[in-house]
């Protein structure tokens, strides 16, 4: 049997660990700072066209003095629906920032370099799965701000301060 010595061991962990931590990406490094007011309603969710649903099955295996006994199982569970707005540069890209979305107000400033035009897609996981193209934006002003309502008329977004390309 070999060995993995110690030092080659913290080498791969942090080659694996600068793998799995810098692939995520939150704005522009030296993007102007853009603040996002999100409106969230459940009906926006319900009336998502890109619905996937989800058929799910059990199989229980019991063991006891009387031998072993498999069978199908029927079972009432609960998943909670997480939604994520994502931002990128088509439908469904993540590329530019993901974020996680509460029911109602959510409000959170992301750098974006200007004259980029950013592409948002919200997607829901958990009980609800699917997403819905939110549309789309190109950043200008000195200190934009995007609105985005979702609710059960689907996505409307504006970008402050007028003139500003929506």
Not at 16 to 25: E, F, H, I, K, T
Not at 105 to 110: G, L, M, P, S
């Amino acid at each position: 049997m070999r060995c993995i010595r110690p030092s080659r061991l913290a080498l791969l962990a942090l080659c694996l660990c600068a793998v799995g931590c810098g692939s995520r990406r939150y704005g522009d490094p030296d993007g102007t700072p853009v603040t996002f007011d999100v409106q969230l309603d459940r009906e926006f969710v319900r009336s998502m066209r890109n619905r996937q649903g989800r058929v799910r099955m059990g199989m229980e295996v019991r063991g006891g003095s009387g031998g072993l006994r498999a069978g199908p199982t029927l079972g009432i569970g609960f998943t909670s629906t997480k939604i994520h707005l994502l931002a990128g540069q088509h439908v469904g890209s993540s590329r530019l920032f993901q974020q996680e979305l509460s029911w109602g107000a959510n409000r959170f400033v992301v750098p974006i370099n200007q004259g980029r035009t950013v592409v948002f897609t919200v997607e829901a996981t958990g009980a609800r799965s699917g997403w819905e193209g939110a549309g789309e934006v190109t950043i200008a002003g000195d200190h934009p701000l995007i609105k985005l309502d979702l609710d059960g008329d689907g996505a409307n977004i504006a970008l402050s301060p007028e003139g500003a390309a929506p």
